[in-house]
């Protein structure tokens, strides 16, 4: 008996992380289905970005689909900046490890910037270069 009572933590752990996995397959064929309507998107655990011409879409990944999705144009953003820890960094030069990754759009008629959160900074780099070359253009 008390090496059944010895496995029932393994148990509970195995049965923990099943769930787990069950819960991100479905966060991510979720966003499957969602961005199929892009030209071009990305996933994460902290944020989904779609974009489609110039709008960007961006939300947050759950089972049953994005949430809090918000809608900007790239032809209102002055510029975009890439944040790790907070600060400020090159996007063509980012660092190798940090956290708090964000893109940063600052748009001119509100009042707060719109921050994107990444979980890599060379993801968030990646779209920073892209999307300022759509800027620019």
Known sequence: ?????????????????AWA????????????????????????????????GDNLTWGKPTRSGPVNL??????????????????????????ISGRGVVLEFFLPNSANSVRIPFTEIPLAAKWGKYLQQELSE
């Open 70 to 95: 918000e809608t900007f144009s790239l032809k209102d953003v002055q510029s975009i900046r890439l944040l790790v820890n907070d600060k400020p960094v090159d996007l063509d030069k980012p660092p």
């Open 1 to 17: 008996m008390e090496r059944g009572l010895l496995w029932l933590p393994l148990l509970a752990l195995f049965i923990w992380l």
């Open 21 to 52: 996995g069950w819960n991100e397959y479905q966060k991510v064929e979720a966003y499957r289905t969602w961005a199929s309507g892009f030209e071009r998107a990305k996933y994460d655990i902290y944020a989904v970005l779609g974009q489609k």
